[in-house]
């Protein structure tokens, strides 16, 4: 078939690797320069099915992952622009009681299957992306360590491999950890990691092109025609051209809706905002042991400090929609203190690189994968805060929705049924 993928971020990259391997003749649009360059630019990293349900950036924020424990309402919920109090009362419905478990049911399921697809991609392409193994979430107090057993029970009920540590046998594990930071416990997750996503995303998109993939720089399609020939309006610097093709895919992002919505689709699509901040690690030929061997997430505050080859990179402050400007610049200010806090003079800040990005994002966390309900026209978008780890196993998913074969995992759940 002849399809069209619109976006080139990480998602529709990994979509059209996996059609372009199924023999499908598929030509991206991307309206920017490059690829990755908006959400999936300077996120994380973290790649994981824990992380990916009971520590996702945005249940972290503002103590919100004490909510799916102890289930009640959170201190201080991570809003950012007034508008979207709307779209998180709704998430706030999604993550209490049994539509929790069911909703963490459905995330474990696609980040699993997912992690299994990218390990698989990275063996047999031998991909090389400075992957790091391992999560280490640390508790200050004993406050925060009962949160932790409590989030422990999560993972343990979805088989999450995970280790409960002391703060002494933490200290082991990470020996670049300050030693006066205050320490009570932590939990290790083994099979949890993280790497340079865009630098995997580079990487797909060469193997989608050996697969025959095409790409189109600066071609920003502005509208879809759905039928059984679905039709994009393609702006190509001053011109437009329609095309034609068999299947057109929608990874747009947050730009998704402006293009679904002028069809009959309204889905409950917002921006989670989020910051990282990258700088290089200081050499030190005395003191071997600088930052983190992996990963450290910190839920109290929401970060994650991830060693990335010869570089750290701190992220978190996630707000849902628009981050205004106080916002940013506390959120910066977080991470600066939590990497002087836990690891202290290892990364050289004065040349680190701030990022912000804005993660597409629907009420229950999940994507939507497949049939658009509009004819000729397929979705994968909307993965929130775990975009990355769910990504190769989404485009397969998708991939063989479109072929008209079973997936490899039950779609429950994943669908657009879900907001019918
Ligand atoms: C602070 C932060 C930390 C995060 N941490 C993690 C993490 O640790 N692990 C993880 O898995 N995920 C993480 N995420 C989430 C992850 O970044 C996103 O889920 C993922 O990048 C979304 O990818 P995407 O391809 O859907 O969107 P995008 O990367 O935004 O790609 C959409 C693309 O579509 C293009 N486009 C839009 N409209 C059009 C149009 N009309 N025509 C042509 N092209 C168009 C855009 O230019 C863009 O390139 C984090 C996000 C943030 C903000």
């Not at 990293?45 to 520590?55: K, R």
């Not at 989404?394 to 907001?419: C, K, M, N, Y």
Request: with cysteine; charged share 15%; hydrophobic share 45%.
């Amino acid at each position: 078939m002849r399809i069209a993928v619109i976006g080139a971020g990480i998602i529709g990259v990994t979509s059209a690797y996996e059609l372009a391997a199924a023999g499908h003749d598929v030509i991206v649009f991307e309206q920017g320069s490059s690829i990755a360059a908006e959400a999936s630019f300077a996120h994380a990293g973290l790649d994981g099915a824990g992380c990916a349900t009971v520590w996702s950036p945005l249940a972290v924020a503002g103590g919100l992952a004490g909510l799916t424990v102890r289930g009640r309402l959170p201190a201080a919920l991570p809003l950012g622009s007034p508008g979207s109090a709307g779209w998180t009362l709704k998430w706030l419905r999604e993550n209490r009681g049994a539509a929790q478990s069911e909703i963490h049911e459905r995330q474990h399921r696609l980040a699993t299957y997912s992690s299994a697809c990218t390990t698989e991609l990275t063996q047999s392409l031998h991909l090389d992306y400075e992957r790091s193994s391992g999560v280490t979430v640390v508790a200050r107090r004993a406050g925060e360590s009962q949160r932790l057993l409590a989030a422990v029970a999560v993972l343990g009920q979805l088989g999450v491999r995970h280790r409960q540590l002391t703060a002494d046998e933490c200290r082991l594990l990470e020996p670049g950890l300050n030693p006066r930071a205050a320490l009570y416990a932590a939990v290790h997750l083994p099979d949890e990691g993280a790497g340079n996503s865009r630098e995997f995303a580079h990487l797909i998109k060469q193997q989608a092109q050996r697969q025959g993939a095409r790409f189109a720089f600066n071609a920003q399609v502005l509208a879809i025609q759905p039928g059984a020939r679905p039709e994009l309006t393609v702006a190509r610097g001053p011109q437009r051209q329609q095309e034609s093709f068999d299947v057109v895919v929608v990874c747009a992002g947050l730009n998704s809706t402006r293009l679904l919505a002028p069809r009959g689709l309204k889905l409950p699509l917002i921006g989670v905002a989020g910051v990282s901040v990258t700088a290089p690690l200081r050499l030190d030929e005395v003191q071997t042991h600088l930052g983190p061997t992996s990963v450290l997430l910190d839920p109290r505050r929401g970060v994650s400090i991830v060693r990335a080859g010869n570089r750290l990179r701190a992220s978190g402050g996630a707000r849902v929609g628009a981050m205004s400007r106080t916002h940013e610049a506390a959120a910066f200010k977080l991470l600066y203190r939590s990497l002087d806090e836990w690891f202290p003079g290892a990364a050289r800040t004065g040349q680190a690189q701030q990022w912000q990005g804005n993660t597409p994002a629907l009420p229950d966390g999940l994507p939507v994968i497949g049939r658009s309900g509009l004819d000729g026209v397929w979705l994968n978008l909307g993965h929130g805060s775990a975009g990355w780890t769910m990504s190769c196993g989404s485009a397969r998913v998708l991939s063989a929705l479109i072929a008209g074969v079973a997936a490899e995992i039950d779609t429950a759940g994943l669908t657009i049924d879900r907001f019918r």
